[in-house]
């Protein structure tokens, strides 16, 4: 018996919750899940149904995708890279968090706004574009000085924000890759091109019925 994971592929925040589990291999029963066909098993949890979600071994219900990042710190036999990406350092955490609040609060506005450019017909999708920008522009200045958010180690901060920038990139892949972003396109390759990234958080799996067999995640 493990843990049971809820998630979906290409959702950002499924991807920031799986990339911690993976590279803290913290062992979890992946379920991938189609939204518009959620399954019984998730719905039946009761409130609300979005992924990623966690049911621990005793019950215990992590319904964001913080949650579960900080489930997976806590869980992992790893001290080192724990501490590595998540040091217990009070002002150290503050950073991390100001930035994935950042990133959660008011880039994902935007982002959504950007890539839905037809729905949200009030403004241009250059408009948007542009106030994705301030947040790129931030973070562009930042990973000048710097590998990483928070120095030259990867941190949390780094995992939940990636997979939204990797979405923005996404948008119009030729207008990022033309855009003045480049220290945020070095920084974010360094996930892309990862054997991490790309073959464990990234792996595809059929979506998930309960007649299925387990599926561990990170495989083994
Ligand atoms: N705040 C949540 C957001 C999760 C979220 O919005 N997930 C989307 C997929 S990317 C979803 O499940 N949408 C369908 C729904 O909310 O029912 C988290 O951090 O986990």
Redesign the pocket.
Known sequence: MLPVLYS?RR????IRARYTIAYLNVPVNLREVV?KAKPEALLSLGG?????QLVDMDGARYP???DIILWALSKSNNRIKVNSVWPSDACQRNKMSAWIRYNDVFFKKWLDRYKYADRYTEFSESYYFAQCEVFLRRLNRRLGLRSYLMGEKLSVADISVFPFVRQFAAVNQKRFDESEYDNVKKWLSLFLDSALFNNVVMKKYPMWTSEQENVVFPAR
């Open positions: 979906f959702c950002p925040y499924a939204l609300r149904s979005s992924v990623p964001e995708s913080m």
